[in-house]
């Protein structure tokens, strides 16, 4: 019989742990990682509504360039040079993304993490990537980290990062399962969830080893969409009350929301009308904003022209 299940605590490695310092400065640096990211891909002349398909291509660009990052700053996370046989490698299709593993042998792995992309300015206002590895595959020590991006000319140019969400892979795993469980049985469904079926499953399964928790009732397959478990809210909410080129992010999501859901004429312009009102109860809008609500002014035009 099923019982729910505690709230989680959240997971640290040991102080006493060998590799303890290493890994708190490798976690510092991921803060960092906007200020030394490059990429040569540019991104022009797609439908503002289908930015967000590049997405998964990305994710590859991404942990390509944090294995690059982390490798070259060795003089940081390692400036007595303790960790010479060590170095940063990506992984493919399994978890977690990115091991610091002794390249001399394969099995000395200290921790790894995993690289999760969000397209900021997605309609769906949050990110909507599926985290289900299950926490016994999660070491004390591996990271789950939300690396955010937007375009620099935001409907095109070249990707930026903002500043990434930062947790524990193993909390973020027991979170997940406990908020599905809870929030199933508040209304009154089941909230069952499956463990793979190895008994032996543990830190760095190899990719033919199942690692991933199975929910029961999840016919909309929401279960691993962890943006929904809550435990991301004040970090989104951040993000959102960023501005971006002059406009607070929050705003170029609600414009894009409204103009790629498929409505009416009619509901996309009020949709336009209430993001204009909203720039326009600031006290002092920058002139950005100023332009922006210019844009909007003449949106509202031509589909008036139109209708």
Not at 20 to 27: F, L, N, P, T
Not at 58 to 69: A, C, K, L, Y
Not at 209 to 229: L, P, V, W
Request: negative net charge; hydrophobic residues 35%; aromatic residues 12%.
């Amino acid at each position: 019989m099923e019982t729910t299940p505690s709230v989680p605590l959240p997971v640290h490695p040991d102080k006493r742990w060998p590799h303890y310092q290493v890994w708190e400065r490798v976690r510092a640096l991921f803060y960092t990682l906007p200020n030394y990211f490059e990429t040569e891909l540019l991104i022009k002349g797609i439908n503002v509504t289908d930015i967000f398909s590049v997405g998964s291509a990305f994710s590859s660009v991404i942990e390509t360039q944090v294995v690059s990052i982390l490798n070259n700053l060795r003089n940081v996370w390692d400036p007595d040079n303790v960790y010479s046989k060590y170095a940063f490698v990506r992984q493919s299709q399994t978890f977690p993304d990115v091991l610091l593993q002794n390249l001399r042998d394969e099995t000395d792995i200290l921790f790894g993490v995993e690289l999760k992309s969000w397209y900021v300015l997605s309609k769906e206002g949050e990110p909507s990537f599926r985290y289900q590895i299950t926490p016994a595959a999660c070491a004390d020590a591996d990271l789950m980290i939300v690396v955010p991006w937007i375009l620099s000319d935001v409907i095109s140019g070249t990707p930026k990062l903002l500043r990434p969400y930062i947790e524990s892979a193993k909390y973020a795993a027991e979170y997940r399962n406990y908020y599905w469980q809870t929030s199933r049985e508040e209304k009154g469904k089941i909230g069952a969830i499956h463990s793979p079926p190895d008994a032996n499953c543990q830190p760095y399964p190899s990719s033919k080893q199942e690692a991933s928790d199975q929910a029961e009732d999840d016919k909309g397959g929401n279960f691993g969409r962890i943006a929904r478990a809550k435990i991301l809210d004040d970090y989104v909410a951040m993000i959102k009350e960023q501005d971006y080129l002059g406009i607070d992010i929050v705003h170029w999501i609600t414009f894009f929301k409204a103009v790629s859901e498929t409505a009416t004429d009619e509901a996309i312009e009020q949709k336009l009308r209430s993001l204009k009102r909203k720039l326009q109860s600031q006290k002092t809008p920058s002139p950005a904003q100023e332009k922006l609500i210019e844009v909007l002014h003449h949106i509202e035009l031509l589909w008036s022209d139109l209708s």
